[in-house]
């Protein structure tokens, strides 16, 4: 066992916990933070997706240790203008039907619309999520809408 400071959401949370133990479990049993979700377990499906600084991580398949020290982001710490933006458009566009896997995909399309440049097409290969309901098209609709106003500026 092993002390870890965590930072998520901008708030500390210390846990002590086993080195290698997934940072989901940690996040979902040690700290409550069930935001994230549990899906496949094994780095395919992306409903566990958060933030670790800069980078997106399947946090089902990231050792808690890999964490420690980082900024860890959820969906409900995701709140800059980009995420407003395509937290109202997941609204305007009746995103969600279970919304199990969504926090997930909003993460997946923030990293996204972050890396494409106004006039290119977002990458889609890009988001591996998976969505059992089949919310894709209106996911891409939602995307695509927010694309458009930072092409525009709006
Ligand atoms: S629960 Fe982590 S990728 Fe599916
Ligand atoms: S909205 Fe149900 S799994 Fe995606």
């Known amino acids: 066992m092993a002390l870890y400071e965590l930072t998520i959401d901008s708030k500390v949370h210390t846990?002590?916990?086993?080195?290698?133990?997934?940072?989901?479990w940690?996040?979902?049993?040690?700290?409550?933070?069930?935001?994230a979700r549990f899906g496949c377990g094994a780095g395919l499906c992306g409903a566990c997706?958060?933030?670790?600084d800069n980078n997106l991580v399947r946090a089902c398949a990231s050792a808690v240790?890999?964490?420690?020290?980082?900024k860890i982001t959820t969906i409900h710490g995701l709140n800059d203008e980009l995420a407003q933006k395509l937290k109202a458009a997941w609204l305007k566009?009746?995103?969600?039907q279970c919304g199990y896997c969504q926090p997930?995909?909003?993460?997946?399309a923030h990293k996204l619309l972050k890396k494409t440049l106004p006039g290119q097409t977002p990458n889609w290969n890009e988001v591996t999520?998976?969505?059992r309901c089949g919310t894709y098209d209106r996911i891409r609709q939602a995307v695509l809408d927010v694309h458009s106003q930072t092409a525009t500026g709006s």
């Open 93 to 96: 566009y009746d995103v969600p």
């Open 49 to 52: 997706t958060v933030y670790v």
């Open 15 to 24: 846990v002590d916990t086993e080195p290698n133990k997934p940072l989901l």
């Open 26 to 35: 940690v996040l979902r049993e040690d700290l409550n933070q069930t935001q």
């Open 65 to 70: 240790a890999t964490a420690a020290g980082k």
């Open 104 to 108: 997930g995909f909003v993460l997946g």
């Open 129 to 131: 999520n998976l969505c």
